[in-house]
């Protein structure tokens, strides 16, 4: 038998070091591209919430998508008597974020202005000539997430940060008051006008367990103060 050559012996070990080294190489060049395209991916995350504008956000909003839902708003004096006496049906004609119990809706109606301060209107939307069942906010700063959440337009998992959400929020009632609220007060709304408006409300699953939309918190002079549903203008004008 003829002996096998140091040479014969070695070249099959050269050929699996170089296949060895040839997928150590590639699973290099494929975690190195992985690496890189996250890193990518994280980067422009950054730059895109570097350029989120809330004020742009909010004046897009506004002009461009409010509009096409308002003839969707839910009779106010009707939703008064669903909240009044049958919240569990009321509840599910709103919209909710997550598990709250606090939902949003948007209102439409007309009635007659009982009383101004300077929250705003008091406003009887089911005939009453003494006690209003409405504030309509008219005064020069309105809080809260009414007509963004009303709206149903702008979904909360589209935003990186709850931060971020809030503030369209808070833009949007800068327009509110700039763009409904102040050019309605130059109009000069007196008590005993009547007003007719579109605009949004949050409601709470207990706002009327203890005390109905339109009744008075406590009979007593001391605290004549009627409870009322605040509506958020979007829409508002002097009939």
């Not at 003829?2 to 170089?18: A, I, L, T």
């Not at 950054?46 to 969707?72: C, I, K, M, N, S």
């Not at 009321?90 to 929250?119: E, P």
């Amino acid at each position: 038998m003829g002996e096998v050559s140091d040479h014969e012996d070695g070249e099959p070990m050269k050929r699996r070091h170089g296949f060895y080294l040839v997928i150590v190489a590639a699973l290099l060049l494929l975690v190195g591209s992985s690496i890189e395209l996250r890193s990518l991916e994280a980067k422009r995350a950054e730059q895109r919430a570097e350029r989120f504008d809330p004020t742009q956000y909010a004046r897009d909003f506004w002009d461009q998508r409010l509009g096409d839902v308002l003839e969707t708003a839910l009779s106010a004096e009707q939703m008064i008597g669903l909240f009044n006496d049958d919240m569990e049906t009321a509840v599910s004609m709103g919209r909710t974020l997550g598990q709250s119990r606090v939902h949003a809706y948007l209102l439409k109606g007309q009635g007659r202005i009982v009383s101004i301060d300077n929250k705003g209107l008091r406003v009887s939307v089911t005939g009453s000539e003494s006690d209003p069942e409405v504030l309509i906010c008219a005064g020069s700063y309105i809080s809260g997430n009414a007509v963004r959440d009303a709206s149903g337009l702008i979904d909360v998992s589209a935003f990186s940060d709850t931060m971020k959400f809030n503030r369209i929020s808070s833009e949007i009632n800068k327009i509110v008051v700039q763009e409904v609220i102040k050019p309605f007060q130059e109009e000069g709304p007196q008590v005993g006008m009547t007003v007719a408006f579109i605009g949004a409300a949050e409601v709470s699953e207990e706002a009327t367990q203890e005390v109905r939309f339109g009744e008075r918190r406590q009979d007593s002079e001391s605290d004549p103060f009627c409870h009322l549903l605040k509506i958020v203008p979007i829409q508002l004008s002097l009939e």
